[in-house]
């Protein structure tokens, strides 16, 4: 499935950053992201993995604040434009085409692996975050940010809900077509094999990390990182986002690495 997977983001490439909220950062959003990144990745130059950097933004403002970044992504369109993302911001990131499941680095390569709105897209998230633990160096951290669905809705999110739903926006889709507006789901083939897809709880992901043998995994919610820029486009969000992260101890990344050589 991963090549269905790269074609569904290849297609929605060319309106990801043309999309009000996902790929576009106000100036306040931007200080808030560089806040998040000097508390989770520090102020000291480290090597970097963005995982599923798509069109490069988290990598980017990694770079702008002094590390080494590597961004990795599996679908040569997103690549061309965070490449081009690079360019106008200036900033030296190294961009390389690759599976967030089967990673094209030695064990141990990076102090800090990241990524950002990738979890749900992993049809095997325990494979990815395996990986992940592989090529972060002993000590280091696995970091990433996305959201979860809110349950409860008050009139105006249910409405957004209605709007939003997946069978909705594909109706949408098909009746009133808007070349390169980003609408963020897959094909209905796809969507059920996307098991972090729409989570209301971080549950499954401590539980699945708890199987892997993370004990200390931590969560925050932070609503100012997410990609809704108005204050009414907030309020109307069924989404609560989120940084989370852990420490890759010198036992797990053995007893992973072992495992999966076996």
């Not at 983001?9 to 060319?14: P, T």
């Not at 434009?81 to 499941?101: K, P």
């Not at 280091?140 to 809110?150: L, N």
């Not at 808007?178 to 972090?196: A, T």
Request: charged share 30%; aromatic share 8%.
């Amino acid at each position: 499935n991963l090549d269905k997977i790269r074609d569904e983001w290849a297609r929605l490439a060319g309106g990801y950053d043309r999309q009000t909220t996902r790929g576009l950062l106000t100036r306040r959003a931007a200080v808030l992201w560089q806040r998040a990144i000097h508390e989770l990745i520090g102020s000291d130059a480290k090597d970097v993995l963005d995982v599923g950097t798509g069109t490069g933004l988290l990598a980017v403002e990694i770079a702008r604040a002094g590390h080494r970044v590597v961004g990795v992504d599996l679908t040569p369109e997103m690549l061309e434009r965070a490449r081009s993302r690079g360019t106008r911001e200036r900033v030296d990131v190294t961009w390389l085409e690759g599976d967030a499941m089967n990673l094209p680095f030695e064990t141990g390569r990076f102090d800090v692996t990241v990524s950002r709105h990738v979890i749900w897209t992993m049809p095997d998230p325990a494979k990815a975050f395996s990986e992940w633990i592989r090529v972060t160096k002993p000590n280091g951290r696995v970091v990433w940010f996305d959201s979860i669905v809110r349950e409860r809705r008050s009139p105006a999110s249910l409405l957004t809900w209605a709007r939003e739903t997946a069978p909705a926006r594909r109706l949408r889709s098909i009746l009133r077509p808007q070349p390169g507006e980003f609408n963020c789901h897959y094909d209905p083939s796809l969507d059920g094999e996307l098991p972090f897809r729409d989570l209301t709880s971080v549950r499954p992901i401590v539980e699945l990390l708890r199987d892997l043998g993370v004990s200390d995994v931590r969560f925050k919610y932070a609503q100012g990182l997410a990609p809704q820029n108005g204050i009414l486009e907030r309020l109307r969000s069924r989404e609560r986002y989120y940084s989370a992260w852990f420490t890759v101890t010198p036992e797990l990344q053995a007893r992973l690495v072992g495992k999966a050589s076996t």
